[in-house]
């Protein structure tokens, strides 16, 4: 574990790392989790089967004792910087997260370089409130995007479109009823095909 810092304090990177990486996959908590929920583990598995490191960021928030997050703008903010001191040696750098992660790392995939976005759970609007669509954030990423959703998530589900694909999976916001099918599109998003292992 690495502490990095940031504009709003110092963050945490969990370093997952295979003998000779092809790529970089970099992701972040959800709002209220840490970098230890399910699907993040799941998808570092997955990654790190294919040969792919992966970096776990803790937020400054989380790093200081804070359970509620930080403003967008702040997250961002640190998100950016803590990316920019990773060690990605001239790979591929692939960015995602969890639910809040996940905003974060669409939002500023530009900024980061990123090749392509794992969204976990991404949230598309608050429960019950469809018109507060966070959609923008969505179609506003430049490179592709891999989104895996419960079928009966309550923040909704995200459209396919161009260069952004839509895994349903069995199960809600957790994403902990499909572990295999988690892994399996990681996997492929990564470029490692589906082996079809299972647990």
Known sequence: ??????????????LNEVEAPKAV????????????????KAATEAALGVGVNVILIEQPYRVAGRKSPAPAAQLDAAWTAAVAQLPAEGLPLYVGGRSSGARVA???????????VLCLAFPLHPPGRPEKT????????KVPVLIVQG?????????????????????????????????????????????????
Request: net charge negative; glycine share 18%; with cysteine.
């Open 25 to 40: 996959l970099v992701l972040g908590h959800g709002a209220g989790g840490g970098v230890g929920a399910p699907d993040l």
């Open 106 to 116: 669409c939002r500023t995939a530009d900024a980061t370089g990123a090749a392509g």
């Open 134 to 141: 966070r959609l923008p954030e969505l179609e506003a990423v």
């Open 151 to 199: 079928t009966s998530d309550p923040f909704g589900m995200p459209p396919e479109g161009p260069g952004r694909k839509v895994v349903k999976l069995k199960g809600n916001h957790s994403l902990r009823s499909d572990v295999n099918g988690l892994r399996a599109a990681v996997r492929e998003f990564l470029g490692g095909g589906d082996d079809g292992d299972v647990d």
């Open 1 to 14: 574990m690495i502490e990095l810092d940031t504009p709003h304090g110092p963050a945490r990177a969990h």
